[in-house]
């Protein structure tokens, strides 16, 4: 399977096993958590993140990417298994420990493989793209996850976890490496390739605005990670005729078809501006993204409150995506681009780590809606910094659009 196609394959599956609406509502009505132990659930995971996300990038970068993205996807697989078979609120958040450990993995590595194996001349829409195969595949894991949801929310976390697994089977199966180099593997090796990471960064301004921009959305996004589902559920209410299966389910189903042909303007507007149209569209998106937040914490009805849940979960979606190309395109030292990545996303656990107590609190205290408003509005520094971002990559046209430094 050439590299990009495997991508793809690899998205799609990987977003059929998330199944998240119905893993949270697994956590919600099943297991009965609290507001607190929904954020520190996730307060765990990040902290986690944060501890490994640098060691497993470095590993990444010296020994193979391959091996650590298998190692991650398995990880991931069977931590949501396991708490799909838990039943005690502090095994779900241990577990979910492990699940962090896990992604961390995964995370800068996948990106540094394809890029790797490509070209970063030839990366271009190739995440967004890639998101548009995620869409699809959380459609079609959406679908059979609500099918067996119905009947079972434990069953359908289980399978969820089960397909993930898969796909780490497929990974051990179908993919190469060819565009990484290893590294003479011992801790000195280790410990000079995370020094040259850091100072790659240190020497960009545009990569620490990222990684600042990390830091602050990480600090407000725990709130609607956490408790969207507590909300409507327990604050809003379902009517009596819906299933919250069925409604959670047919919202993320009509967010996924949305985003997948949302998604093709902005490939389109990418391959023809270049990488000076990601930075604009960051800020919008950002912006755009807080609003809905907020207005899905204070609107009134059901219908209001789903429709606002949705426009929120489309914007949302596009940033991770349109950030790992804007990164990408800055790295353009490949020894280290995973460890760059990595450090990125270690700052977003940092933001994670930090806020999802304090919003835990806040929503424990004084109700859910207050933690999401103020999750929302913790994030609208974030955009700013893309702005800053924005400007100087507009003064710098020797990175703006190009793969050298």
Same mark, same amino acid.
Not at 53 to 62: F, L, Q, R
Not at 354 to 381: K, S, W
């Given at each position: 399977?050439?590299?990009?196609?495997?991508?793809?394959?690899?998205?799609?599956?990987?977003?059929?096993?998330?199944?998240?609406?119905?893993?949270?509502?697994?956590?919600?009505?099943?297991?009965?958590?609290?507001?607190?132990?929904?954020?520190?659930?996730?307060?765990?995971?990040?902290?986690?993140?944060?501890?490994?996300?640098?060691?497993?990038?470095?590993?990444?970068?010296?020994?193979?990417?391959?091996? #650590?993205?298998?190692?991650?996807?398995?990880?991931? +697989? @069977? !931590?949501?298994? &396991? %708490? =799909? *078979?838990?039943? /005690?609120?502090?095994?779900?958040?241990?577990?979910?420990?492990?699940?962090?450990?896990?992604?961390?993995?995964?995370?800068?590595?996948?990106?540094?493989?394809?890029?790797?194996?490509?070209?970063?001349?030839?990366?271009? #829409?190739?995440?967004?793209?890639?998101?548009?195969? +995620? @869409? !699809?595949?959380? &459609? %079609? =894991? *959406?679908?059979? /996850?609500?099918?067996?949801?119905?009947?079972?929310?434990?069953?359908?976390?289980?399978?969820?976890?089960?397909?993930?697994?898969?796909?780490?089977?497929?990974?051990?199966?179908?993919?190469?490496?060819?565009?990484?180099?290893?590294?003479?593997?011992?801790?000195?090796?280790?410990?000079?390739?995370?020094?040259?990471?850091?100072?790659?960064?240190?020497?960009?301004?545009?990569?620490?605005?990222?990684?600042?921009?990390?830091?602050?959305?990480?600090?407000?996004?725990?709130?609607?990670?956490?408790?969207?589902?507590?909300?409507?559920?327990?604050?809003?209410?379902?009517?009596?005729?819906?299933?919250?299966?069925?409604?959670?389910?047919?919202?993320?189903?009509?967010?996924?078809?949305?985003?997948?042909?949302?998604?093709?303007?902005?490939?389109?507007?990418?391959?023809?501006?270049?990488?000076?149209?990601?930075?604009?569209?960051?800020?919008?998106?950002?912006?755009?993204?807080?609003?809905?937040?907020?207005?899905?914490?204070?609107?009134?009805?059901?219908?209001?409150?789903?429709?606002?849940?949705?426009?929120?979960?489309?914007?949302?979606?596009?940033?991770?995506?349109?950030?790992?190309?804007?990164?990408?395109?800055?790295?353009?030292?490949?020894?280290?681009?995973?460890?760059?990545?990595?450090?990125?996303?270690?700052?977003?656990?940092?933001?994670?780590?930090?806020?999802?107590?304090?919003?835990?609190?806040?929503?424990?205290?004084?109700?859910?809606?207050?933690?999401?408003?103020?999750?929302?509005?913790?994030?609208?520094?974030?955009?700013?910094?893309?702005?800053?971002?924005?400007?100087?990559?507009?003064?710098?046209?020797?990175?703006?659009?190009?793969?050298?430094?």
């Amino acid at each position: 399977m050439s590299p990009r196609r495997l991508y793809f394959t690899l998205e799609f599956l990987l977003a059929m096993g998330a199944a998240s609406v119905v893993f949270d509502l697994y956590l919600v009505n099943v297991l009965r958590l609290s507001p607190l132990q929904l954020i520190l659930m996730g307060t765990v995971m990040e902290a986690t993140v944060f501890v490994c996300e640098v060691p497993t990038g470095i590993v990444a970068d010296t020994y193979s990417r391959r091996l #650590s993205y298998i190692v991650g996807v398995f990880g991931m +697989g @069977l !931590a949501v298994v &396991l %708490v =799909g *078979l838990s039943t /005690a609120a502090w095994m779900v958040i241990v577990l979910w420990g492990f699940w962090g450990f896990s992604y961390t993995f995964t995370s800068g590595s996948f990106e540094a493989w394809i890029t790797d194996e490509i070209g970063v001349e030839n990366v271009g #829409s190739l995440f967004l793209r890639g998101q548009r195969a +995620g @869409l !699809a595949g959380a &459609l %079609v =894991g *959406l679908g059979g /996850a609500v099918a067996v949801g119905v009947f079972s929310l434990r069953a359908a976390v289980v399978a969820s976890g089960g397909v993930q697994v898969a796909a780490g089977v497929l990974c051990v199966m179908a993919m190469r490496e060819t565009g990484f180099v290893r590294r003479p593997g011992h801790a000195r090796q280790l410990l000079r390739t995370a020094a040259a990471g850091v100072r790659f960064m240190r020497a960009s301004t545009l990569l620490v605005l990222l990684a600042a921009t990390e830091l602050i959305a990480g600090f407000g996004s725990e709130a609607f990670d956490r408790l969207t589902e507590a909300h409507v559920i327990r604050d809003v209410g379902f009517p009596s005729s819906i299933n919250p299966v069925y409604g959670f389910g047919v919202v993320s189903a009509i967010a996924t078809v949305v985003g997948f042909f949302a998604v093709r303007p902005l490939i389109r507007h990418i391959d023809r501006e270049g990488i000076s149209a990601v930075a604009q569209m960051l800020v919008l998106l950002t912006l755009g993204t807080a609003a809905s937040q907020i207005l899905f914490a204070v609107g009134a009805g059901f219908w209001f409150v789903m429709a606002i849940f949705l426009v929120a979960i489309v914007t949302r979606s596009f940033v991770g995506p349109l950030y790992t190309t804007w990164l990408n395109d800055l790295v353009t030292d490949s020894s280290v681009r995973a460890t760059v990545l990595s450090i990125s996303g270690q700052a977003n656990a940092i933001g994670q780590a930090a806020g999802g107590p304090v919003l835990g609190l806040v929503g424990n205290v004084f109700g859910i809606p207050y933690a999401l408003v103020a999750g929302a509005l913790t994030t609208l520094p974030a955009a700013a910094l893309y702005a800053r971002a924005t400007r100087r990559q507009e003064a710098i046209p020797a990175v703006a659009g190009s793969t050298s430094a």
